[in-house]
């Protein structure tokens, strides 16, 4: 199964600024996804990172607070924007290939003050 | 929208010992996956199961794809302290996105 790199792995941020979290993966995957895990809490999903275009949201997350980038099969961005207290969450980029099941990353631990 | 139900929310065991733990959904799925989960790390696949009544092996874990298709269960054997982590249940209908339980915390006692 794919091999992914999640940068960083962790960060304390400052209310009010932004983070973007990187995910770049060792192969070629047909789909890249995002989500969130709070604290003591489950894995939901934020989003799904589409190459070459707009980021496909669920319900919740909205695309100026997520911002998302994929411009190749191998890597995408995240941005928490606008951080809150309340976006102190573990962070986890997860891919899947034709056939294949979710692969995460280890996370990013972000906690902001 | 569609959840998962896992049972129990927490275990407390004795090394050696067998554990069984359960995901129920109010709807059919068509794969069910069963993750691991230690601290500061992402989740860890286990096993996957694609067929109702499905029955799968990895090592001292089993895992069923219930025959109603809106159960799994997820059983180890012999447990050991190394089995200690959060394990979440997720499930997938056609192709949509993945839902996972809320998960079930294992603790293993020496």
């Known amino acids: 199964s794919a091999v992914i790199s999640q940068k960083p792995s962790r960060d304390i941020c400052q209310r009010g600024t932004s983070l973007t979290i990187q995910c770049q993966v060792d192969?070629?995957?047909?789909?890249m996804f995002w989500y969130r895990q709070q604290p003591g809490q489950s894995l939901t999903l934020i989003a799904t990172?589409?190459?070459?275009?707009?980021?496909?949201?669920e319900s919740g997350f909205v695309i100026d607070k997520f911002p998302i980038s994929r411009p190749n099969l191998t890597f995408s961005t995240l941005t928490v924007s606008n951080m809150s207290p309340e976006d102190s969450s573990i962070y986890l980029c997860?891919?899947?290939?034709?056939?294949?099941?979710?692969?995460f990353g280890s996370g990013t631990r972000l906690t902001v003050v | 929208g569609q959840q998962l139900n896992q049972s129990p929310q927490s275990m407390f065991i004795q090394e050696g010992e067998d554990v069984s733990m359960n995901c129920t959904s109010s709807?059919?799925?068509?794969?069910w996956l069963w993750y691991k989960q230690e601290p500061g790390e992402g989740p860890v696949l286990l096993i996957a199961?694609?067929?109702?009544?499905e029955l799968t092996s990895n090592g001292r874990l089993t895992a069923q794809f219930g025959i109603t298709r809106k159960d799994s269960f997820l059983n180890i054997s012999a447990s050991i302290p190394s089995d200690v982590g959060i394990y979440f249940c997720?499930?997938?209908?056609?192709?949509?996105?993945?839902?996972f339980g809320p998960g079930t915390r294992l603790s293993v006692l020496p």
């Open positions: 997860s891919v899947s290939g034709q056939g294949q099941n979710l692969t």
């Open positions: 192969s070629q995957v047909t789909m």
């Open positions: 990172a589409n190459q070459g275009s707009e980021a496909t949201y």
């Open positions: 709807s059919i799925f068509n794969t």
């Open positions: 199961l694609y067929k109702a009544g």
């Open positions: 997720a499930g997938d209908n056609y192709g949509q996105n993945f839902v």
